[in-house]
């Protein structure tokens, strides 16, 4: 763009072309990632986790629809080259997860929350509605743990403990400094979506989707009831083999 102020002629040419380079660049991923193993994965940990959620969003909050949502965005990121936006993406999941089981039994907070979704933290309790509605990932964190004191589920405790740390982690995406430090290299929208950095991706991804499928599935009454065969062979392929084992060999659930 050579000119201060170019006529709307000349940005409807500059529009043009960078679209029509966008679609070169989209079109070069989406012939390249079907050979990656861990696009592939990615792919794969997606699907599974949307066929699950899927069945536990009967007659649930639409946080569960939402949490699905961004499950299956993750490949969509990815082919458009957008890994900064799916590791955030990651992150968002997480927050909608671990609302789910306090929402899911306070409704006042959950209307709240609709009417005021921009709000931040609120940290007055003299206002006890706003106050439980607008609050920092950890508390909700820690209601959980609260709830299951008096109903102890290890694998329910050990998926939390996954979405916090992973949460923590996937923090340095959102901060500033992380696309600062690319401030010397050439200037690109797009994302290196290169097999080392998609393998780190798919190691956090599949982590965080397999906990977040069990602690769901832990505050829904019923959970696994609620799961049909395809539903549940998912369940079972996405948390790993040793948790599901585990799963089964306790009293799951967190209701």
């Known amino acids: 763009m050579a000119k201060a102020l170019p006529h709307s002629k000349q940005i409807a040419q500059e529009l043009n072309q960078y679209l029509r380079d966008l679609q070169i660049e989209c079109a070069a991923a989406a012939k390249s990632l079907p050979t990656s193993p861990s696009y592939r994965r990615i792919f794969k940990n997606s699907l599974a986790c949307s066929a699950v959620l899927g069945s536990l969003a009967r007659r649930e909050l639409p946080?569960?629809?939402a949490s699905?949502?961004?499950?299956?965005?993750c490949s969509l990121l990815l082919a458009c080259r957008q890994l900064s936006l799916a590791y955030v993406d990651l992150r968002r999941f997480i927050e909608m997860v671990v609302w789910v089981p306090y929402f899911r039994e306070?409704?006042?907070?959950?209307?709240?929350l609709l009417e005021n979704p921009g709000q931040g933290f609120t940290r007055d309790p003299n206002f006890p509605i706003s106050f439980c509605a607008h609050r920092e990932l950890q508390w909700y964190v820690s209601y959980i743990k609260e709830r299951l004191r008096k109903n102890p589920c290890a694998a329910i405790a050990g998926a939390v403990g996954v979405l916090s740390t992973a949460y923590c982690a996937l923090?340095?995406?959102v901060h500033a400094a992380t696309s600062a430090s690319s401030g010397g290299k050439r200037y690109a929208p797009l994302d290196d979506v290169n097999e080392p950095r998609l393998r780190a991706y798919e190691h956090t991804q599949r982590a965080v989707l397999g906990s977040a499928c069990i602690v769901i599935a832990g505050s829904c009454r019923?959970?696994?009831?609620k799961l049909d065969a395809v539903g549940r062979a998912w369940f079972d392929w996405l948390i790993g083999t040793g948790k599901a084992k585990q799963v089964r060999a306790e009293s799951f659930g967190m209701v």
Not at 222 to 225: E, F, M, P, S
């Open 171 to 173: 923090s340095s995406h």
């Open 106 to 112: 306070h409704r006042k907070e959950w209307a709240e």
């Open 222 to 225: 019923n959970g696994l009831g």
């Open 68 to 73: 699905r949502s961004i499950a299956a965005r």
């Open 63 to 65: 946080l569960v629809r």
